[in-house]
């Protein structure tokens, strides 16, 4: 197998492993010549350092539209890289993440929220009324207007409030995390279509160079049949 020399790592490579200076695209050509002035039509590069070069102008696209490469747009850009997927289940992680009580917390507030409670409540309140109405009518253990049912009622809505509370903060942080990674799965989608552009792109220009060879040798062809078959020509 024939090698080659790459120019940037100074280092040999097989041929099928190079890029020439004519493939490369516009935008990454200028990048590369940036860093290496020397580099010039007659030089290769690899496809490891190429790669390189694409993860840099993707850096530099993002900059130029959010003045920024924030954290989650470097993992993204590493996910790329490193071929990882992003668009996964996250609900095992974000619940791994939950201490006993907020568990809990999540627990008591679902079931505070649902028609079992409701009935269950209205049951028993309709229960200790009638026990003190009727059942003990003669001496009640919490007579009318139920001075011990409402102190009750008071100590359930002062404990039943702050685990509400705790269960809605636990909420925004599950759709602040959902948030955050439905925009790094757009992110992903949106910098693999860039490459994959990118990708086509050089595979096109290859293309065309092979096309152009085989023109060249057809157009030679023709030029030699042409030649022989002229009895004017002094072959």
Known sequence: M??????I???????????????IKKQLLELI?????GF??????????????RKKYLERLIKAENREVSKLEKEVIKAIQNNTLLSENIEPEIEEKLTYGQK?????????GSWTFIIIFFSFLLIWMAINIWVLSTRPFDPFPFILLNLILSCLAAIQAPIIMMSQNR????????????????L????????????????????????LD???????????LTGKKDPKNPK
Do not use: W
Not at 2 to 7: A, E, N, Q, R
Not at 171 to 180: A, G, I, M, N
Not at 199 to 209: E, G
């Open 2 to 7: 024939k090698m080659g020399f790459c120019y």
């Open 9 to 23: 790592t100074k280092k040999e490579f097989p041929e099928d492993q190079l890029t020439a200076y004519g493939s």
């Open 33 to 37: 010549k940036k860093e290496h002035p």
């Open 40 to 53: 010039s039509e007659t030089d290769f590069i690899s496809h490891q350092a190429l790669n390189s070069y």
């Open 104 to 112: 809990v917390a999540d627990k008591i507030a679902e079931f505070g």
């Open 171 to 186: 909420q925004e942080e599950k759709d602040r995390s959902r948030s955050e990674h439905d925009y790094k799965v757009n």
């Open 188 to 211: 992903k989608a949106e910098l693999e279509i860039r490459l994959l552009n990118e990708k086509i792109d050089h595979m096109i220009v290859h293309q065309n160079k092979r096309l």
């Open 214 to 224: 085989i023109q060249e040798l057809q157009l030679d062809y023709l030029e030699e």
